[in-house]
């Protein structure tokens, strides 16, 4: 009685992983921080003239050319990007993120992409590098698999390429 209980178990066990492991292998987090949402009104001399819902319909739609799906997240609030990131743990394959301001801040934020355990790609439109000296560090380049900045939003595209490559 226990054996069979405990078989049916593992059996319940063996296809959850199974539907883990597709979900997982066919969705990718799209993160976008602070102020991301304005992209394309304001700054087009630094961040281009593309919108966000331009960068999440090229990403979603060269993503579906590999099979995957894109979850498409911007907030303005780090505590939601921390929750967001943490979700993706159980049902997403990689994390496409640009963490905009919070990346020069933010150690929950990098924390959070260490926990779960995923291959992280960094994305900035504008080459930090070139930028103000404060925009040099990024807590997250310290825990992404890859770093792409200064490429503009094509930046996104190498990402997914780089993420379906990885995964
Ligand atoms: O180059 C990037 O992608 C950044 O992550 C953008 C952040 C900046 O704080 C980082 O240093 C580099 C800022 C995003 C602000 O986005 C705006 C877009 C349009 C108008 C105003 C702000």
Redesign the pocket.
Known sequence: MTRAFGAGVLAVQARARRYRTEVTERRLLLVNGP??N??G???PEI?GSTTLADIEKSVTALAAEFGFEVRAVQSNHEGALVDAIQAARTDCAGIII?P??Y??TSVAIADALTSVELPVAEV???N?HR?EEF?HHSYVSAVAEMVI?GAGAAGYEYAVRYLVGRV
């Open positions: 102020n991301l304005l992209l009104t304001r700054q961040y640009n905009a301001a990346s020069h900035h439109l504008s930090i930028r925009r900045c």
